[in-house]
Structure formats: structure tokens, C-alpha cells
């Protein structure tokens, strides 16, 4: 019944639904046209993404006689796509074995926006809200799903190599669109391959599209060669070339892979290695060492991970080999007792094994049962009694002869006989020691946190020697010592956050271990840079102080392979803003506010070392255009809040103090950076010549000369102690201020 008010399109409304219900009901029972089979396929490839039980389904509709001729076909189309599809996800299998160069690339546009991301150069899905690369750029320029070069041949005259390209656009479209507009345009149509149009560029390659890649070779076998792989199990491809199965395992997810299989091109490498060999006996020689026709292969990879990037480079020799010198650079797995010689805190550590561990070592002793050290004991000590070796470096520097600094590192050993090494280092050392016009050639005891060491002073340097249980370790550095000490006492990198995860990798199949805190290793730089160099890298530093770069060697009885990382990159946005906005000189957010909101502004510092680093940076760069623009007064507002966020970093304070007191309208800054200076001495307990130094030109640049000499005589004799070569230069500061009226 209707109520008042109905109309009669409300009417047809409600009284048609079920009839439309009904006739939709109809139709989905209906078998559809290209069948029940095919539905599922393109259901299961396009939206669960199971390519192979689509594949299956697909060939099933696609010889069902149930169907229409134009369904089949349409089902063998999408099955061989499909197919096509499959061999992308591993395009080494497409290749023929015999390939002798093979470089792969895979999903650029992620990788490369992974990489980015980290960077802080990427910017966010809500829009450019921030100087940086748009990831819908990246995805309409490298969205490629991966590409492959294959070179098959090559000509001993020079002429153009034999090979095929494989790219897989993916879903980018545009590319795809671009070269089916671009081939009618500039290429010749020639026979289809396969059935598939293919088009002559330029009389030189031949360029096949298919539903899924495009291919392009100076062969037409090649391509078809390529094409017939497809849906194959990857016999015969270089895939599956049965003396390559480690090298083409390091392939995964990885951004770039490369392959030199030396098998196809080694007939021709011998010959023209034994014409060489036959002119010069010392080549020959050489090539008998090196064992050329055992090469199997040069392989390596490049890949972006969440944490950063990793590399590997590998050599591959054949079973049986007689390659001299790839076994003579062979070295003892590193063990995990080689971690615990390095201390944590290290600014950067070398780790290797000499020889396994054996219980004591043969030699001769004197009646009492104490080593003597003769001269098969040198050759002993090196190739039987050192176990491991490590050299590493605190991030501190300690002041050298005639006041040069000079690292904070060791060389540590863990040995066999502690005894007998002991004795001969302590007889090296003597030796140099009585050798630099000492006539006592014995070592001198001092205690270092608690252990007794030995002390030798060789040229004026002294050399410490800390030998307990089976460890031994020599240092110029006090400090060196102690961190030995402490790693002796089990404070070594196993628990140090910089290292923990390098260590936990294990290292029983490799040789030698390198890591580098590129932070640590910054803070260890810091005392070496003038201070007007240290205001402008010092921005650089602070972002690198979470980086971490390792390498590693492993070295088996058939293959050579270098690993590497970089891991915690910087965050280089703030930086890359301020060079573009100083380039097109439109200042930052923080210039554009009202100067009493900037004022306002400085008092909210950053908590996070994050954000800390952040701001330094973009404080100093907003303190140096307003500089240079004559903005002084604005620029010297930035000074106290630089000075905030720096804190307690006595070198990072002086350098904020020097270059504004030392760089155009040094006067307006004066005020502002004298509690900058005080805290930078007082934090040393004013004996840094250079941080008096600094407060001097401030006290004198406030007006108060006689303070200004009485501090800038104290840098003097500090200068003359420990910097000698830069003493002449707070001399002339001296005879400049006392000459003030």
C-alpha cells in the first residue's frame, strides 16, 4: 500500500527490486562466456597474486572445448603472460649458460627509495610538505619491476659484443607506452618472433615486445633463444650452470647483481695468456702461480636494506685448483676470542688470525725454566705462537712529542706462550730503547688501573707493554691501556651497542674483520681541525655520529669473498634545505617569523639527540646567512641557543665562539659568545691554549685588554709546551693586544 505522497518512480523503485534481484541472479548462474576456469585464474593472478596456480587454470581453460575459440585464445594469451611473469621473477633463468657478463638490476624504484628515505630526502605520502624526491617520481621513472644484460659474445678485434637485454617494466605503464610509441617511430618492422612484433632499430638491434617484457639484441636467435626459456625449469640457462650454483646464490632482493662466468671466454684468455708467456719468462712464471684456468668466476652484489647498504664481491676458483697465491693469502677463521681483544667504545678496530691455538710452543730455556728468546724465536712467534691480532683506536686523542695529538690505540695479541712472547717483545723493545741513547734497555713498571705494566721510552715516546694470562698489548697511549684492561675484563665490543650486531653475525667463516664508528672516529678528528674549519664541517660531523661502516673477508679453499656495510646513515635533509634555500636566498621558516617569535623560539630546545642535531645545524646555517647579509644583531640572537643545544662539548663551544668572533662584525658577537668561551675552558680546566686563545680575542673585543693579556700569556707557555709549530701564532695575538692603547 503507498502512502500519501508516493510518487510513481518511488513505486517502480521499491516494486522492481526483487525482479532486479531476480534477473542479476540469473545471470551469475549463467556459465559466463570465457568460463568458470578463466575467472578463477585472472581472480587468482590479480588479486591473491598466485601466478602459478593461475598459470595452471589458465592452460586449462585454454584446452577446454567447452569454450568458444576467441575464449580460448584469450586464455592462452593471459596463460602466457602469466608465464612471462614467472621467468621476470628470475631473469638469469631466461639467459643462456654460456653468458659471459650478466648484470641484473631489481625493483630500482624501491630500492632506491629506501635509500632515500633514510636519508631524509624523501618525502612524505601527505604531499611535499619538505624539500625532498616525491616517491610518485620515483615510482613513474624507476618503477621498473627489474632488467638484465646478457653478453654472449665477444669480439677479440674489438668489434660490438653479442649479447641480449631483458627489461620488465612492471606496472609502469608509461615506459612500456613510450617504447611501443617510440619502435613504429624509429624502427623498422621485421618478422614477428615467436609471434611477437618485432621492429629493426637502426639496421644494428632487433627489439621484441611481449605482453610482459621487451627484449633487444644484435641477434634475432638470441631473442628467440630468450623467449623459448619461458615457463622452462631453468635447464640450461645460466641459472642453473652447474659450476656457478654459489656464485649465482648470492643473488636475492638486492638492488644490482653482476657475473663474469670465465668458462665461455677462457680457450681464448690461455691463448693470448701463452703468447704472452712465451715472450717473458717472468710472466710465464706468474701465470703458473695464479693458475689463470681455474678462474670460475668474479660475482658481486649491491643491495639497500632498512639499516643502510651491504656489498659483496666474490671470486670463485674451481675445485682442485693450484692457485699459490690465493692459498698464501689464506688466514685462520677469526674467532670469537678475537672479538673480546678489542675494548668497548672503540672508534674503530682491524681483527685477523694468525694461527690456531696450541698449547704452548717449543723453545729454549734457561735453568730456571724462563723463556730465552734466540733467533728461531722471531720466526716462531709470527707463524706459530700468535693466535689473533687486533688493532684499534678509543676516540680520544692523547697529546704526542712536541705536542702533536696522536691516537689513542693498540695493538692487541692474544698468543700461545705468554711467557715467551713476553720476553721477546720486551727484548724488541729494549733494543729500540737502548737504540734511542738510553743505556738501560729495561722496561720501567708503573701501574695502569690497577695491573702492572712496562714502560719503554723509545725516541722520546713512550711504549706500554701489558702482558696477563693470554693476552698482550702494546700502546703508546695510557688510555689505550686501560680500555685494553677493561676489554681483558670482558667491557669489549660483544656488549658495545656500535658493534653487537657485527659480532653476533658470527665469524667463523671468515679471515679478517674491519669496522669503523664513523661518529667516534669524528669526535677523534674534532681536535685536529682548525676551529674556523671545525664551524663548518662541525654540522657534518654531529650527523655522522650514528654511522657504522664494516668490511669483512671470508676465504674458503674456492672462493675469495669481500663483504661490506654502511649502516646508520645520516639524516641529511636539514642540510640539503639550507644549501637549497641559501642558493636561491629565500631564508628558512625560522627567518620568516617575526624576530620576536625567533627570540620566543630558541627557548624550546631539542630534547632528542635527533632533533638536537637538527637544530645545530639549522641554527648555524641561519646564523651564517644572517651574517652575511649584515643581519648582525638578528645572527647574534642565534648564539646563545647554538650554545644551549652544544652543552657540554668544550671544542664544539670554542668553535661556535671562534668563528663568530673571528668572522665579519666580529664586535656584535663579543657579549654573546663570552659565556660560550668561559664554559669551553672551565670544561678543560683551562689548559687548552686554543680555548684561551679564543677568550682572549672575546675579552679583547669586549674592551678589556688587560684581561685579554693576562689570558693570552697563560696560551702562550701552554702553546710553547704543547703546540710549538702554532705558538708563534698566540705570540702575535699577544703583541697585537699589548699594543692596543
Known sequence: ML???????????????????????????????????????????????????????????????GLSAEARARAERHARACAEEIAAGDLARLVPE??????????????????????????????????????????????????AVAVTRVDPTGGIPGGVVILHPGDVRAVRGLIETALPAGGEPVDDIAGNPTFRVENMAYVTTTDRLVLASTERELIADVLSRVGSDGDGSLAGHPD??????????????????????????????????????QAAMALGMLDVQSLQSIAGRLGVQDEGISMDVSLQLAEGHRNVLFDLMRMPHVREHTFHLVPEGAAFFAATSLNSGVEGSAGVSDANGKPVVTMMDIGREIFGNIRDVAVFSMPSMTDGPFGTPMPDAAIALSVNDIERSKAIWELVLGVAKGASGSGDTRGRGEKIDGITVDRYDVQGVPIYLFAQDDRLVLSPSVRAIEAAVGAKAGRNIASDPAYADLVAQGSSDHTSVFAVAIGRCAEMARPMIPAHELAEVGPILELLKDAHLSARTKHSDTELRWSAALVGLPNVQPLVEQFVLSQRGGGNAYEN????????????????????DTGIATLRGTFDRLRSSGRHAEAAELLPAIGKLVKDDAIALNAVAWSAISGEGSDHYASAVLPLAERANKLTGYEDWRLLDTLAHVRFALGN?????????????????????RAKEAMASLTRFRAQN
Not at 247 to 276: H, K, V, W, Y
Not at 593 to 612: G, H, W
Not at 708 to 720: C, N, P, R
Request: hydrophobic content about 45%; charged content about 25%; proline content about 6%.
Open 705 to 725: 685588554r688587560d684581561e685579554a693579556v693576562e689570558i693570552q700569556l697563560k696560551a702562550v707557555a701552554l702553546a710553547e709546551k704543547t703546540d710549538s709549530d
Open 244 to 281: 656457478l650454483a654459489d656464485t649465482m646464490s648470492m643473488r636475492g632482493q638486492d638492488l644490482a647483481f653482476f657475473c663474469l662466468n670465465a668458462e665461455p671466454i677462457m680457450p681464448l684468455a690461455q691463448t693470448m695468456l701463452g703468447a704472452m708467456a712465451a715472450q717473458d719468462p
Open 98 to 147: 654460456d653468458t659471459i657478463f650478466y648484470l641484473e638490476l631489481n625493483e630500482p624504484g624501491g630500492q632506491v627509495a629506501r635509500l632515500l628515505d633514510q636519508l631524509g630526502l624523501l618525502q612524505g605520502d601527505d604531499g611535499a610538505d619538505r624539500i625532498g624526491i616525491s616517491p610518485h617520481l620515483l615510482e613513474g621513472t624507476l618503477g621498473l619491476k627489474g632488467a
Open 593 to 612: 617569523r617575526p624576530r620576536r617569535d625567533r627570540v620566543a623560539a630558541l627557548s624550546a630546545a631539542p630534547k632528542t639527540d635527533e632533533a638536537k
Open 3 to 65: 502512502r500519501t505522497g508516493s510518487t510513481l518512480p518511488q513505486f517502480l523503485r521499491f516494486a522492481g527490486a526483487p525482479a532486479c534481484l531476480g534477473l542479476a541472479a540469473t545471470a551469475f548462474a549463467a556459465p559466463p562466456q570465457d568460463g568458470e576456469l578463466f575467472f578463477r585464474a585472472y581472480y587468482l593472478e590479480h588479486e591473491v597474486g598466485d601466478l602459478d596456480s593461475a598459470l595452471e587454470l589458465y592452460r586449462s581453460a585454454a584446452n577446454d572445448s
